[in-house]
């Protein structure tokens, strides 16, 4: 099992930064590394971005891409999601899961442990 818990979300005015955190525990080493979601009221999930626990591959929606940076801290288990230039339309849950599954990263059906979500708002 693996235990992800998410961290940071809040109320931002559009142009402005948050930094989202994703605290992993149990077997990460089963898993093959961590990706980020977001849904919108009404919408769909939807894939924001990934990193494998290596580090080496990263992965971006074109939607944020250029403006949201993943890393990692292997010391304190711990993923980042870094997003600056914030827009309204980037108001949404997010949710960090580990991927147990191979395939295309950006497919949630692959991961197999999430966390609670996170609440991320942008005003305009």
């Known amino acids: 099992q693996v235990q992800l818990v998410e961290s940071g979300g809040g109320l931002v005015q559009a142009g402005g930064s948050l930094r989202l955190s994703c605290a992993a525990s149990?077997?990460?080493?089963?898993?093959?590394?961590l990706g980020w979601f977001r849904q919108a009221p009404g919408k769909e999930r939807e894939f924001v971005g990934y990193?494998?626990?290596?580090?080496?591959?990263?992965y971006y929606a074109d939607s944020v891409k250029g403006r949201f940076t993943i890393s990692r801290d292997n010391a304190k288990n711990t993923v980042y999601l870094e997003m600056n230039s914030l827009k309204p339309e980037d108001t949404a849950v997010y949710y960090c899961?580990?991927?147990?599954?191979?395939?295309?990263?950006?497919?949630?059906?692959?991961?197999?442990?999430w966390g609670q979500g996170t609440q991320v708002t942008v005003s305009s």
């Open positions: 899961a580990a991927r147990d599954r191979a395939g295309a990263v950006s497919r949630d059906g692959l991961y197999g442990y």
């Open positions: 149990g077997r990460t080493a089963s898993t093959y590394g």
């Open positions: 990193i494998s626990w290596s580090g080496v591959s990263t």
